[in-house]
């Protein structure tokens, strides 16, 4: 009996192992293949020539960097962002970019409200126009302490990471399902959409709330509409002070990388040093918390956590 017990044992240690190394293996052939073997798709063909993509949060970063790369495809852009004068410095960065493709600017607080009201104004400024991407882009995090912080910011932070992409999500729909061509959806989340970063709880859940929403939206409307769901690692941009480490990309690296998946891939993990740090994350939670505390907390104090207290404190 107790051989027996012994064999089978044996043998459930070998399943695990080879299951295990061919997993491994596998993501890092698809790895390589996606990041350096990958070509995009032809987007113009693909959304339809001449139509439009709106993006959220186009003032600065990822979101500027969509308006430009996509206008660089021959897309035209509708600019959404709370700042006039940041939109239409975005505005001219396009118009050089491409020269020929039309913009459009809306100018909306999307930390402001949820009404319906509020979205049926921005939706009839787009209407008549032949929208065939959404980039819900918009978005922002800082570490603090949940309890020290008033009920209004983290309303505010839940407004703008998942209100917004519900709202205009809901508004362009069924224009989306009426389309001949495909259209495109593309949810800015993060990395940290697996596992709580410390000190960034609400901003986590936001994200996550977008990171399943990007997965029941692809389950219902895949077949018309290409959904997907970016979770990029650091970007060097405002919204962590420009960090500029080994682990961090251009916001320029991060829209090429997603739109060579678009149309290909559900979630774009823009680089392997992001891929590599997702499943570090993901298993550092799942296995050793306090493992998953100690590094990263004591790094997000560092970084910022300290500077928030003294921009607001003192
Ligand atoms: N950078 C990273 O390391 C990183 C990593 C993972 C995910 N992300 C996500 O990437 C997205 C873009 O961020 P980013 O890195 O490009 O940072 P960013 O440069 O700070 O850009 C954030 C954009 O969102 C806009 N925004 C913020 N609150 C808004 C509001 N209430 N109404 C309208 N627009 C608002 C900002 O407008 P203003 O210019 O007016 O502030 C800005 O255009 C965000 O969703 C962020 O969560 C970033």
Redesign the pocket.
């Known amino acids: 009996m107790l051989s027996l017990i012994c064999s089978l044992n044996n043998l459930l240690a070998w399943v695990i192992g080879i299951y295990t190394f061919t997993h491994t293996i596998c993501m890092i052939v698809r790895m390589g293949l996606r990041n350096y073997a990958r070509k995009p798709l032809d987007l113009q063909k693909r959304y339809g020539k001449g139509s439009w993509v709106i993006v959220?949060?186009?003032?600065?970063?990822?979101?500027?960097q969509y308006c430009v790369q996509f206008a660089k495809e021959g897309f035209n852009v509708v600019l959404?962002?709370?700042?006039k004068e940041?939109l239409e410095e975005t505005e001219i960065k396009v118009k050089e970019a491409s020269g020929s493709v039309k913009t459009k600017v809306v100018v909306?607080?999307?930390?402001?409200t949820v009404e319906v009201g509020f979205y049926q104004k921005i939706y009839d400024q787009v209407k008549d126009l032949d929208v065939s991407i959404l980039v819900n882009?918009?978005?922002?995090?800082e570490c603090c302490h949940f309890e020290d912080i008033s009920l209004d910011w983290h309303l505010?932070n839940l407004r703008?990471?998942a209100g917004a992409p519900t709202m205009l999500t809901h508004n362009l729909i069924n224009h989306f399902l009426s389309r001949k061509t495909r259209s495109a959806l593309i949810n800015?989340?993060?990395?940290g959409n697996n596992a709580p970063l410390p000190y960034m709880g609400i901003?986590c859940a936001a994200?996550r709330f977008l990171t399943i929403f990007s997965y029941y939206l692809t389950d219902n409307y895949g077949d018309k509409i290409d959904i997907q769901n970016l979770t990029?690692?650091?970007?060097?941009?405002?919204?962590?002070n420009n960090?500029n480490g080994p682990d961090?990309i251009t916001?320029e690296k991060c829209v090429k990388s997603s739109l060579r998946d678009l149309g290909q891939e559900f979630t774009c993990l823009p680089v392997p040093a992001h891929s590599l740090t997702a499943q570090m994350f993901h298993t550092l939670y799942r296995y050793s918390k306090p493992l998953y505390r100690m590094l990263l907390v004591n790094d997000l104090e560092k970084r910022s956590l300290k500077k928030y207290y003294k921009d607001n404190k003192e």
Do not use: H, M
């Open positions: 959220t949060g186009a003032t600065g970063g990822i979101g500027e959404i962002g709370r700042n940041k909306a607080d999307l930390g402001e882009n918009a978005g922002w995090g505010s703008v990471n800015v989340s993060t990395i901003y994200k990029p690692g650091f970007v060097s941009t405002k919204i962590v960090y961090s916001p």
